[in-house]
C-alpha cells in the first residue's frame, strides 16, 4: 500500500460544508471557477480534508484538480504546489460514504501492522490526506465509482 507520490500542482477551493455529502456544494463553485479563470486540468481531481479527525458538521475541506506546475489563480482559488511524498494508498469501489470510510478503515490497520505513522502536521496541507476521484459521478454507476484514498505517512 505505501508509495511514492509525485511532486504535484493542484488548484483548489477550500470551504466549510455542512457535512461529508455536501463536498458538491464546493465542487459546483469551484468549476465555474476555474473555467472563467481558463484553468486546465491535467488529471482527476478529489478532495483535501483538513480536519485532523471524522467530523459530523462544519467538514473543512478543499476540492482541487491537477495542473501544469506554474499555473496560477485569481482568489477564491489557490494554487499548491505539493513536494513528493510517501503515502499509504487504499483504492475502493462503490458509494463514496460507503467506500471512503472502508478505505480509512483499511490504511489505519494497515498503519498498526507496519508501524507507521501519519505524516500530518495542522499547518502542512501536504501532510493532510485526500481523495482522489478516479471516475466522474456525473457519468459512472455509483456503485462502480473509483476512490483511491491517500495518506501521507513517515
Not at 465555474?32 to 478532495?47: A, F, K, N, S, W
Not at 513536494?83 to 469501489?93: E, F, I, N, Q
Request: glycine share 8%; hydrophobic share 35%.
Amino acid at each position: 500500500m505505501p508509495r511514492e507520490i509525485p511532486q504535484q500542482t493542484y488548484v483548489c477551493l477550500r470551504g466549510t460544508v455542512a457535512d461529508y455529502s455536501a463536498e458538491g456544494e464546493l465542487w459546483q463553485r469551484f468549476m465555474p471557477d476555474l473555467q472563467e479563470q481558463g484553468i486546465v486540468p491535467t488529471g482527476p481531481g478529489g478532495c483535501i480534508e483538513h480536519d485532523g479527525e471524522f467530523r459530523e458538521s462544519d467538514v473543512d475541506e478543499s476540492v482541487f484538480l491537477p495542473v501544469a506546475p506554474g499555473t496560477t489563480a485569481r482568489e477564491p482559488l489557490t494554487v499548491h504546489e505539493f513536494p513528493s511524498r510517501r503515502a499509504v494508498v487504499a483504492t475502493v469501489t462503490g458509494p463514496y460514504a460507503e467506500s471512503i470510510p472502508r478505505a480509512h478503515e483499511a490504511i489505519a490497520e494497515f498503519l498498526t501492522e507496519h508501524g507507521l505513522s501519519a505524516a500530518r502536521v495542522d499547518d502542512d496541507v501536504a501532510t493532510h490526506h485526500f481523495n482522489v476521484y478516479l471516475d466522474d459521478p456525473g457519468v459512472t454507476n455509483e456503485a462502480d465509482l473509483e476512490t483511491a484514498v491517500h495518506l501521507p505517512v513517515r
